[in-house]
């Protein structure tokens, strides 16, 4: 091996000398590079005294051989990553063509029927029916239709029925059977995960993509074919039959079964005919359709509480790549019978960005994580997990997440009560659920603690908010929607241990910490642990504070994303993290049901919390929210997993309900001040209060409160400022209403802002009398001669309503006249002391 030193490379070195290694001081050489590529001065003075065949070799003369050493391997690494993109590139084009070549076949068959009725539209009366004049396209159909044999339940009719589906989709995946557009906001490209294209007009909903994979066509087909491993809806897939065919294709009879996505629509069923077969070109092909009653092939008779879906001809065209890897063409139509939900969840299932979304580019970037997971031989996160196990607990905890939303009977949940509330409870004692988790206590030494598992589940409409932005606020401010007192009461009453602690229970902290595991293709999804600090409390020691650990499950938190479902999923897992650790989890689940892409102001994520803050925030949160005045409507699913002993089940579901409806009432006030309307038009107020005008409120609210109570309102302030916020922040509802015939509110603190679950924008729509029941009003009208002549009157504990209509109780009301400056009413407060919902 010969070596040349430049100017400047080899000091006292002659310019052009030429250093020849051996073979051994080469392997010397090399050994110490993979250990060490940029040694220092003293390592390489080291290395020539370690090895005595180096050491007629000086050490500037070393140092330049590192120095040309890392040059060439990042040359090869860069000419590894060109050819990499040559591939990619060339696969793509070979996949523009194609689609190309099919737009182009579907703008003659469009310019053909264009001319074909502009010719039969100009004729004043149509001619009878002539068969000689049909088109080739019906005549074909109905020749096919009178050869074709009967299809039945032999191998002779399911072949058929095979062909059939194979021919259909063929012309769906590299045909014009359906007219194709691009999916908004995909754009195609080396980098990009494929070619993404949705239905237009036609029957259900269908989506397209194609792709390339760095997987040979075999393992693609079994990656594809093993539905349940990539998309996170599908239950289960039972193959009831498997028949072999002549040419070398294989036919399975399948039932697959699809979780709800929320708890207001019933889960979908599917009876289906796979068709496997190698094509002539040697493409591999895996193909589906439902059988129906309408082929008089094998039936399925309906299952309870399942809605029957049909799945169109669908499937996969798989062709082997040059140089490796295979090129992919996807087709999935449906019929997700959208007449079975209410109205306002339709667009769930008559939209192609959602089946794009969640099921066709599902499976796309399934087969690039996989391809991407072979290509690696190392683990890079800190947990020494492997990115199968890390896939396999990210299904884990999305299954078990479906699974509480649904509540299927034949797992062994029972809904407790009528099922009509606000709330859903359901109550799970089955041996099978609790197994693994007392399983896990016994191994640690701890007695088994529970013996039955409580969810709580709810779903609501959000309006006029980005389901990617809240997603971020509740990841990222857990303290805003969780509750201390509720892990508390878990660790002391209920007595779990480690490993049973609900995620619901171990929200708000003083210390949060964020521990990436992996993400998946794009960022699209992200497994991570939380630690929370000094929260939960060890078995053993009721005072001694231990640190909890949740494991994390975030997806849809990208805002550039068309239809995607966001999902915040959770569950405590102890220090071990064991792989088949038990897992209870909770979270929230948030749907876009206004498919119009939104592209938020990009600063909006870093003034989140500032939006529910007084003060300058206000200002930001103007300066976000006039960007974009976009209208979205979603829906989020809410669902929380207990763990508890039965005897206590009736407290333990009182709480569980309080607690969701708690979270619930806190996410609405989340989602109004996010809105970007709200945002916009409440910035004047929120920048209001720390104007001079909200100080003097503030000042007379105190003042007024001390003359005639004779005691402090607030706690000892320093200047008009600090009152405000020690007003703005009293754990007291504290609101005013207007002196007007019909009294009005005109300000509130944010507690009085969450009793009436309202913001400072609705607080001025909001009548004092709507807030009061009968007795309520009774008494006010009674008491509130006595407010304007004494200045106070003190009302006794009772129940008020909300702004939306939920009831509210107080232990005692004092109401006071606020005196201005010159001594004149200005307004009636009140405040509510120890309020909560009921």
Known sequence: MEM??????????DNGKYVRYTPEQVEALERLYHDCPKPSSIRRQQLIRECPILSNIEPKQIKVWF?????????????????????????????????????????????YENSYFRQHTQNTSLPAKDPSCESAVTSGQQQLASQNPPRDASPAGLLSIAEETLAEFLSKATGTAVEWVQMPGMKPGPDSIGIIAISHGCTGVAARACGLVGLEPTRVAEIVKDRSSWFRECRAVDVLNVLPTTNGGTIELLYMQLYAPTTLAPPRDFWLLRYTSVLEDGSLVVCERSLKNTQSGPNMPPVQHFVRAEMLPSGYL???????????????????????VPEVLRPLYESPKVLAQKTTMASLRQLKQIAQEVSQTSVSNGWSRRPAALRALSQRLSRGFNEAVNGFTDEGWSVIGDGMDDVTILVNSSPDKLMDLNLTFANNGFPHVSNAVLCAKASMLLQNVSPAILLRFLREHRSEWADNSIDAYSAASIKLGPCSLPGAWVGGCGGQVILPLAHTIEHEEFLEVIKLEGLGHSPEDAIVPRDIFLLQLCSGIDESAVGTCGELIFAPIDASFADDAPLLPSGFRIIPLDLGKEVPSPNRTLDLASALEV???????????????????SVMTIAFEFAFESHMQDHVVSMAR??????????????????????????????????????TLARWICHSYRCFM?????????????????????????????????????????AGLDMLETTLVALQDISLEKIFDDNGRKTLCSEFPQIMQQGFACLRGGICLSSMGRPVSYDKAVAWKVLNEEENAHCICFVFINWSFV
Not at 76 to 84: D, G, H, P, T, Y
């Open 615 to 633: 003060g300058s925030a206000g200002t930001k949160a103007s300066t976000d929210g006039s960007g974009n005045s976009s209208c979205t409507r």
């Open 67 to 111: 120095q040309n050493r890392r040059c060439r391997e990042k040359q090869r690494k860069e000419a590894s990553r060109l050819q990499s993109v040559n591939r990619k590139m060339t696969a793509m084009n070979k996949l523009l063509m194609e689609e190309n070549d099919r737009l182009q076949k579907q703008v003659s068959q469009l310019v």
């Open 658 to 695: 309080q607690y969701v409806r708690s979270i619930i009432s806190t996410v609405q006030r989340v989602a109004l001040a996010l809105s970007p309307s709200h945002m916009s038009s409440q910035a004047g107020l929120l920048t209001s209060l720390g104007t001079p005008e909200a100080q």
């Open 4 to 13: 040349s030193y430049k100017d400047g490379k080899a000091g006292s070195l």
């Open 710 to 750: 004779g005691v402090e309102l607030l706690k000892s302030s320093d200047g008009n400022e600090s009152i405000l916020k020690n007003l703005w922040n009293h754990s007291d509802a504290i609101m005013c209403c207007s002196l007007k015939a019909l009294p009005v509110f005109t300000f509130a603190n944010q």
């Open 318 to 340: 798989i062709r082997p790549c040059e140089g490796g890897g295979s090129i992919i063409h996807i087709v999935d139509h449906m019929d997700l019978e959208a007449s079975s």
